[in-house]
């Protein structure tokens, strides 16, 4: 169900991330831009560590499940993540519905 599928915060922050940007990330970048927004710091200031651990649970768990979902589309070539076309098709219009923090 897709709202299971987003009931994670980490995959709201991923969708969140590729919306803002609007074109692909490599995943190490998605993972830097995650840790920003969840630990609320300048990037300079995010744990390299921490990049580290996110970057796994992304790679390992996250997109996958997003891409099941069809959010988003993951290029193992480029090891690039982009939203799908149907990411706009899912039916958010307000964000607020995805992404609570910005209402």
């Known amino acids: 169900m897709l709202y299971e599928c987003l009931s994670h915060s980490r995959r709201r922050s991923i969708l969140r991330c590729l919306r803002d940007t609007e074109k692909p990330l490599a995943l190490a970048d998605l993972a830097a831009d ?29 997109v996958p499940k997003l891409e099941e979902f069809g959010l988003v589309q993951y290029d193992p070539r480029n090891e690039t993540v982009n939203l799908s076309e149907s990411f706009d098709a ?13 209402a």
Not at 47 to 54: G, Q
Not at 92 to 99: A, Q, V
């Open 90 to 102: 899912v039916g958010f219009t307000d964000s607020s519905e995805l992404f609570p923090t910005e």
């Open 34 to 62: 995650v840790a920003h927004l969840e630990m609320e710091a300048p990037k300079s200031e995010v744990d390299p560590e921490e990049v580290k651990k996110i970057h796994l649970t992304l790679y390992h768990n996250h």
